[in-house]
């Protein structure tokens, strides 16, 4: 079983940079490792995507240029760097693994969630 585990959260003003951590116990070699996202009242959003080796990355448009996602396999670590933070980057923020090397875009396929973290952003 893969647990997985986000941390750095919080409170931040427009304009400024959280980086959100994601730990991972169990098994992960060749995983391929996400980021989604979910407001109150929306669906949960695509972020951004590494595939196992960290050889690619994708992001969502909404983030693009903002965020830069990166792992450490021999930590069984993942993160997201978040700049320039917006209002509407507001979510609870979830740690997501696919067990397969390349990378989605879509949830469909991610076997594994971390609990989520709340990022709140004020304008």
């Known amino acids: 079983q893969v647990r997985l585990v986000e941390s750095g959260g919080g409170l931040v003003q427009a304009g400024g940079s959280l980086r959100l951590s994601c730990v991972a116990s169990?098994?992960?070699?060749?995983?391929?490792m996400g980021w989604f996202r979910q407001a109150p009242g929306k669906e949960r959003e695509f972020v951004a995507t590494i595939t196992w080796n960290g050889g690619s990355t994708y992001y969502a448009e909404s983030v693009k240029g903002r965020f830069s996602i990166s792992r450490d396999n021999a930590k069984n670590m993942v993160y997201l760097q978040m700049n320039s933070l917006k209002p509407e980057d507001t979510a609870v923020y979830y740690c997501?693994?696919?067990?397969?090397?390349?990378?989605?875009?879509?949830?469909?396929?991610?076997?594994?969630w971390g609990q989520g973290t709340q990022v709140t952003v004020s304008s």
């Open positions: 997501a693994a696919d067990p397969s090397p390349g990378a989605s875009t879509s949830p469909r396929g991610y076997k594994y």
């Open positions: 169990g098994r992960t070699f060749s995983y391929a």
